[in-house]
């Protein structure tokens, strides 16, 4: 009823698709209909952009949350005095893009993924709760409501060494930002990727948009015989103006980078992996787990570890900000052949100084994924229980209770499902190394009881959105059941995901 009344106080929202032949795309534009400005491309319903920094240790400062019932991904709590704040993010802001790259029917758990790889920085692109439902009841779940750069079209991050005719770009003489470069023909700078006409954003992480003439020169100076810029071409310039897109460094694409994270594929031996995880401060005093003891001859040294190496993620998941015995367990949960993205002592520094992630500078587009699926099938080897005749399943027999904490970002690490007939919750996912899988619960456990109330009953979804603000531990007492049991029992199509508790950001 609360939704439909929602819908129908905005049943003045109307939502319109421009076409602009010069990006190609179309431009979906939540308006007024009565009150619209024919000025202005986009309404106050449009999709906004949030530019979020945070400081070393600290968070964006927004918890989110899987929707119940439904695809998406909702800010649920945004935290005073926090950068989500000050750039305007909402509780009930829908997700659409991370860095440009839409995500609003990716699974929650790649999202998350996302928004941590991004580093110290993130561009996201989001949309209110009520214009949301407008435009979902009015073109349906599949229509595209998130606007985006052309394909391509990012800006640059090059790195430019002197040569005998200097870094070989000027800049346009003002007293003040912004600035935009004059290209010597074949010079450092042009060979380095950096586009004619280009404006200058940042100068080694730096901006430079309320920097005077002087002290952009002082900088440039400063740099000596090398120096890192963030640079967006004409195009790229017009397309976000059109958008009303941020110059942002998190969509900036590598050229000339003088240092790339490296991953490396490691498959245990009889001597083990041959490497010794540390937790100490690197080079700029940031804290992190660094690859130390690598052995000749074993796994790691084969795959090309460095002693120093600090750890950037595992299987594809950032590790800043977890603690030792965390990032211990994620490598120990993907078993005998792990997946490990790494920075070398001079990549650390020189990401610390741009203050972007190196996994954003990937060589391959996409991060190595958690081996979910082969890790849930595995999982659960029990007796398949047998089936009543009429089709619905007995209660599966010796149960157990576990016990959860949170773990780093607020969430426990699994997920539920639910169905209408049998037994109405089960696990679908838990991810590897983290609460969930420590604590030993299994794809496809049936949940009986939720912290000492019996679940299957009527209030079991009220119940779930209340245990985010419950104490811990979490109490679950559980049944296993095969995977094949489940797929006996649950139609295809008929099961509801929810994501339990949200992720501190």
């Given at each position: ?12 929202l ?55 019932g ?5 800010v ?6 926090t ?45 209110a ?66 586009p ?38 004409p195009?790229?310039?017009e ?190 996912q ?29 209030n ?46």
């Amino acid at each position: 009823m609360e939704k439909a009344a929602d819908l129908q106080d905005a049943a003045s929202l109307t939502l319109k698709f421009k076409f602009n032949p010069k990006l190609g795309i179309d431009n979906p534009v939540l308006s007024l209909a009565e009150d619209h400005d024919p000025s202005d491309p986009w309404s106050l319903e449009r999709p906004r952009f949030c530019l979020l920094s945070k400081e070393k240790g600290k968070s964006f400062g927004f918890h989110l949350q899987q929707e119940l019932g439904r695809a998406g991904h909702v800010v649920c709590r945004v935290d005073p005095g926090t950068s989500a704040q000050r750039q305007g993010l909402q509780e009930g802001d829908r997700i659409l893009a991370v860095n440009n790259d839409v995500v609003e029917h990716e699974d929650y758990a790649v999202v998350v993924r996302r928004i941590r790889a991004s580093g110290p920085r993130v561009l996201l692109t989001v949309l209110a709760r009520h214009a949301h439902d407008v435009a979902r009841a009015q073109l349906g779940e599949d229509a595209h409501l998130c606007p985006t750069l052309g394909p391509g079209v990012r800006p640059r991050l090059c790195h430019i060494v002197k040569d005998e005719g200097g870094f070989g770009f000027g800049v346009t003489h003002g007293n003040q930002g912004p600035f935009w470069l004059v290209l010597s023909t074949g010079g450092a700078a042009e060979r380095a990727g950096v586009p004619p006409g280009a404006r200058l954003l940042e100068v080694n992480g730096v901006s430079v948009e309320k920097l005077t003439h002087n002290q952009l020169t002082r900088k440039l100076w400063q740099s000596g015989q090398q120096v890192t810029l963030l640079v967006a071409g004409p195009e790229v310039e017009e397309q976000c103006r059109q958008l009303g897109l941020p110059l942002a460094a998190p969509l900036a694409e590598g050229w000339a980078l003088p240092n790339k994270p490296r991953c490396l594929h490691l498959e245990k031996g009889p001597q083990g992996f041959g490497f010794l995880l540390r937790e100490e401060k690197g080079p700029d005093g940031r804290p992190g787990q660094f690859l130390w003891e690598v052995d000749p001859g074993l796994p790691a040294k084969k795959a090309g570890m460095q002693a120093g190496d600090r750890l950037v993620a595992v299987a594809g998941e950032s590790v800043e900000g977890l603690g030792h015995e965390e990032t211990v367990s994620r490598i120990q949960a993907q078993g005998s052949c792990v997946s490990l993205i790494v920075v070398d002592p001079e990549a650390d520094r020189f990401f610390s100084m741009v203050r972007l992630s190196p996994l954003l500078f990937l060589e391959n587009t996409e991060a190595p994924a958690s081996p979910q699926g082969s890790s849930s099938a595995s999982l659960v080897e029990t007796e398949v229980p047998s089936l009543e005749d009429t089709g619905v399943p007995s209660v599966p027999l010796g149960s157990r209770q576990c016990f959860l904490y949170p773990g780093p970002g607020g969430g426990y690490g699994f997920r539920l499902s639910c169905v209408a007939s049998g037994p109405r919750l089960f696990i679908s996912q838990v991810t590897p190394g983290g609460s969930a899988a420590r604590a030993g619960l299994q794809v496809g456990d049936v949940i009986l009881e939720v912290n000492g109330y019996p679940a299957g009953g009527e209030n079991d979804l009220e119940r779930l959105q209340q245990l985010p603000e419950a104490e811990p531990p979490l109490c679950l007492k559980l049944a296993a059941r095969s995977l094949r049991g489940l797929e006996a029992w649950i139609p295809s199509g008929a099961a509801e995901d929810w994501a339990l508790a949200s992720d501190l950001l």
